[in-house]
């Protein structure tokens, strides 16, 4: 596959799986040329390299709760991709810690994990992207987020916190970057059939999660990635500091 005369560079964090992998498969198919972060699973992000339609595509890792170690891996895409156009903010723990049944120490641990990699992680990633950003003439940032941010997570509260303050830190981005021609855009899926969800779809409370949607099903991971692409498309930058949920109306707000 040629690349696209408009083949952008993007740098997708979490892509090794699940919504990741379907951002980055979007994104190549269209002539992109991808950088595939991943945390801990080389030969999962391998894979997802291996399936990437085009040319161009590199490989980056970080613990995305390691400041340094995500600016060196933005730096780093940005190198092998000749460039940074578009950055996706998507990858994110997902931790209970019942109030109720959870000790000190273990509330303790879950706040501190969630917020370093579901907020503190994206944050600095947004940062060190800027420069690469502001160097193209503009670009797109687009976060993935999630409606516990707006429903609540009675059992994870740090992870509907540390989304909720997501959201907020694309609005306040968007309009700080807005002059420098960068959208920032923000997608809020419902349950996706991922291996995240798969032992909560997979279990007895699987029919039920299901039945919140009158689509009675949950989201396909390509279902978000087609809100991302479009988020990160120069049509949508008018639409710079908007959420759109991708819940199959299980979540309903205005």
């Not at 690349?3 to 379907?22: F, K, N, W």
């Not at 390691?66 to 092998?80: F, H, I, Q």
């Not at 997570?153 to 609005?171: M, R, T, V, W």
């Not at 970057?177 to 997608?187: F, K, M």
Request: proline share 6%.
């Amino acid at each position: 596959m040629q690349q696209s005369p408009t083949s952008r560079a993007v740098l997708v964090t979490g892509a090794s799986r699940g919504i990741g992998r379907a951002i980055a498969l979007a994104f190549a198919a269209r002539g992109d040329r991808v950088a595939v972060h991943f945390g801990g699973s080389r030969e999962r992000a391998e894979a997802v390299l291996a399936e990437l339609p085009g040319e161009g595509h590199v490989l980056v890792q970080a613990d995305l709760a390691d400041a340094e170690a995500v600016g060196s891996m933005v730096d780093e895409a940005a190198a092998g991709l000749g460039g940074l156009h578009v950055l996706v903010n998507n990858a994110g723990v997902f931790t209970a810690h019942p109030p109720l049944e959870t000790d000190y120490a273990d509330w303790q641990a879950a706040w501190q994990q969630t917020l370093a990699v579901n907020l503190l992680g994206p944050a600095n990633a947004t940062f060190r992207a800027l420069p690469h950003l502001i160097a193209a003439g503009g670009g797109a940032v687009v976060n993935v987020s999630s409606r516990g941010a707006f429903r609540g997570e009675p059992n994870n509260p740090a992870y509907g916190a540390s989304k909720a303050g997501l959201n907020a830190f694309g609005q306040s981005m968007a309009l700080a970057l807005a002059p420098h021609g960068i959208s920032v855009g923000t997608v809020a899926p419902g349950f996706v059939q991922t291996e995240m969800a798969r032992e909560v779809l997979d279990g007895p409370g699987g029919d039920a999660v299901r039945a919140q949607s009158p689509y009675g099903r949950v989201a396909r991971p390509e279902e978000v990635a087609s809100a991302v692409l479009w988020l990160a498309s120069p049509e949508a930058a008018f639409s710079t500091g908007a959420i759109i949920d991708v819940n199959g109306a299980s979540y309903l707000r205005s």
